[in-house]
């Protein structure tokens, strides 16, 4: 991120695209996720990671960017508010920001995708986990190892470390994908809406509510079983999944050209404050990640971001500096957002009530 500086120096403008754990910190991700009904997979993981020093600006420099010091996630995040004409991200990701940002769908190209539905009596299920931790692989095989036993038929196929054409010539062949238990769901969970795939997923609009409508159906820990059942033994209902899925896609939602032109408007409505996403998870939650010492330059980076973008109006700013999270600053200096321009989608989401990204080209 030290580019930043010398970019917006040079009068460039910038927009910063954030995703997953080079922002996502530990007990934040925690807070939110179980808010939401999941579980953080990679809590424990991260809390044994011993804590690097970080007690200046140079010690971060040194570190991996997946790094789970909260000092290493919190100078990304800040680095990208300061300086970022516009961020794009999504709420489980997003867990330390603190300025207004916009959501987009990951990007990729439709045409590279076979869309078929097979409509099989036993279907092909494809589960083809980049993380097994993450997506949460162990309760989701299982699962279908139980269900196996009771005599449901199915086929299938657990996809790890092959090449991206390899994943896209299966899943034109699969009738179901199994994307993830965790909170949200990915770009690989787009590509098989794209190839004619009922996709299932940890995903919840509340959680991460833009683009709106995905037609991803819902799994968690207490559902996956019976929901994975449904669509296994309910071959109509798959039909009219896929075909839903495919429709979607075909709207525009993730391809290259709809979400450039997407962040080229951020561009000018963040100038505005009509932004899609307004963060509460940090600003009320700061206890919760005071057990790691905030370097001085990034409590005056947070007091900075406060003063140019403001924050919502019950952020108690005395209490985070008392945490030593901002350069002390007065409560009545922060400007604060218009909350009648806003609405809750679910825990710790606020959105702007224009917010309804959707197909632009």
Known sequence: MVDLPVLKSLGKTVIARQCGSEVRDTELAQIFWQAHGSEYPNYEQDRQTPPADCSSEYNVFG???????????????????????????????????????????????????SFKVPRRQAPVIVHAPSNMRFKRSDIILDCLQQLRDDGVHFHLKVLRNMPHEVIRAELAEADILIDQLSCGCGTLAYEGMASGCVVLGGHKDAASPLPRNRPVTHISVSTIKETVRQVIQDLPLRIRLAAS?????????????????????????????????????????????????????????????????????????????????????????????????LQEEGPWVLTGKKATYGRTV
């Open 63 to 113: 570190l991996d960017r997946y790094h789970p010091t909260f000092a290493n996630k919190l100078h990304t995040t800040r680095m990208a508010e300061m300086y970022a004409d516009s961020i794009i991200s999504g709420p489980p990701s997003q867990t330390l920001g603190i300025r207004p940002y916009f959501q987009t769908g990951p990007i990729f190209d439709v045409r590279d995708f």
């Open 245 to 341: 899925a495919r429709e979607y896609i075909n709207d525009g939602y993730g391809s290259p050209a709809s979400v450039a032109e997407y962040m080229l408007q951020s561009i000018e409505r963040a100038g505005k404050n009509d932004c899609d996403l307004y963060p509460v998870l940090f600003t009320a939650n700061a206890d919760a990640i005071a057990h790691e010492p905030c370097p001085e330059y990034l409590r005056e980076m947070t007091r900075l971001i406060f003063l140019n973008h403001g924050t919502h109006e019950s952020t108690d700013v005395t209490r985070l500096v008392a945490a030593g999270l901002v350069s002390p600053t007065e409560n009545t200096e922060v400007p604060r957002w218009d909350n009648n321009s």
